[in-house]
């Protein structure tokens, strides 16, 4: 479930970054190829902002500040993502020793019970009339 939610939010990332770029190639006369779009719709939403490719009109800028915050929800959610993955595995390990210890538990428990049902009927088979009193 988790490497899904990786696996949409990289696609959703995609999506943004794509139309990003299209959009600042339709909108931005300057930006003059569609790659040249699509490295200014990332350097924005990564806010990176190298300054090779800047908007240039007041539409354009309008366009980067929604590309900044979603590129920002994104890329944190990408960065969610990972770290869940990560944070996963551990989780699972640490209920794998927790199961482990447990079974063990469970397995000691039942070895005294038995134990203990041996006892009882031990002290039943020794004095018959006295074992009724202590049940």
Partial sequence: ?????????????????????????LLDPLVLTLSDGLWL????AATVGYGD??????????????????????????????????????????????EHDLMHEIRTLRTEVRALHDEVRTLRAASPSTSTQYL
């Fill in 53 to 98: 490719l800047v908007p240039s009109t007041h539409l354009s800028r309008a366009f980067s500040v929604v590309v900044v915050l979603l590129g920002l929800a994104v890329l944190s959610l990408v960065t969610a993502s990972l770290s869940a993955i990560f944070v996963e595995q551990e989780v699972d390990a640490e209920d794998r020793d927790i």
């Fill in 41 to 44: 719709a990332f350097t924005t």
């Fill in 1 to 25: 479930m988790v490497r899904r939610g990786l696996l949409y939010s990289l696609i959703l990332a995609l999506t943004i970054l794509g139309l990003g770029g299209v959009g600042f190639w």
